[in-house]
């Protein structure tokens, strides 16, 4: 069982959902408190010991590789005003931790995963979808990774969600359950409440072998028109070993205009030094 070094990071969306904010910048770009949404996804992929972050990216979107050079003027400055450089450590990268391809046409998450696949070869990888933000101890990648270790195949981050979402979701049908874990005996991508097989849904986090390339390959369009991942990783089940995993943590959907807000409520209220004027700003609304 191969471990998981590399993880896949499909950034080249356009983020309609916020505009005007994503006009000219990358919804994955956009701030929580301090930091981008880019950085708490590569925070989070390295907590799970993953080497190597691929961003499949798209027109517009080449700040999302230069955030993690090396700012020499800044840094220069910054020394110059006796400034420390601690702030900027989350964003320093070894050389060749990070590499970006190009997704040339919007045709679905598959799709952007698949633009990935000579990057990614033989072996099993991750993919973070950067706008889920995760908030847990550990973090949700590292809980799937410790999942995978003693359970191999692929692993899917799931979550429930009220009935009248589903048709938002890849939904599972589930099989035996231990703990956190369920068996996954099948996805259907974005079924309407009426023919959801649970409530049982596939959010942003993903453990998966190779072999879903070779499914993503054959360009198969699914809803939306889209290539779309929850109907290649379908195809696997019953071949390989698949299961979803609930894990400890809170999702934040910053995506979306309510939950980019909460998201920086939650964060900021998690932080000592933002907490108490927080509450005293709540207290006197």
């Known amino acids: 069982m191969k471990p998981i070094r590399k993880a896949i990071f499909p950034v080249a969306g356009l983020g309609t959902r916020l505009l005007p904010a994503t006009k000219t910048m990358p919804k994955e770009m956009l701030t929580v408190v301090d930091r981008p949404l880019i950085q708490y996804a590569v925070d989070e992929a390295r907590e799970a010991g993953i080497e190597q972050m691929i961003f499949v990216t798209g027109r517009g979107k080449s700040s999302l590789v230069d955030y993690f050079d090396q700012g020499f003027e800044l840094e220069a400055t910054m020394e110059r005003a006796g400034k420390s450089l601690d702030p900027l450590a989350p964003s320093r990268t070894e050389f060749g931790e990070i590499v970006s391809v190009r997704q040339q046409q919007p045709l679905g998450l598959g799709h952007a ?93 993903y453990i998966l072998q190779p072999a879903v390339m070779e499914y993503l390959g054959q360009g198969e369009r699914g809803a939306g028109g889209e290539i779309q991942l929850t109907d290649s990783m379908a195809k696997m089940i019953g071949d390989q070993s698949f299961h979803a995993l609930t894990v400890d943590a809170v999702r934040h959907d910053c995506g979306d205009k309510t939950g980019y807000v909460l998201a920086n409520l939650a964060v900021a209220m998690d932080r000592p030094d933002l907490r108490p004027a927080i509450e005293a700003w709540l207290e006197r609304r």
Request: proline share 9%; glycine share 10%.
């Open 113 to 205: 995963v698949w633009c990935a696949r000579h990057i990614v070869g033989d072996e099993p990888f991750a993919v973070l979808l950067p706008d889920d933000l995760m908030i847990g101890r550990p973090g949700a990648l590292k809980q799937m990774v410790d999942a995978y270790a003693e359970l191999g195949g692929n692993i899917v981050c799931a979550q429930e969600v009220p009935a009248e979402r589903t048709a938002s979701y890849g939904i599972i049908t589930p099989g035996k359950a231990h703990g956190a874990t369920t068996e996954v005996r099948g996805l259907v991508e974005k079924p309407k409440p009426e023919d959801a097989p649970s409530r049982l849904a596939v959010i942003g986090r």
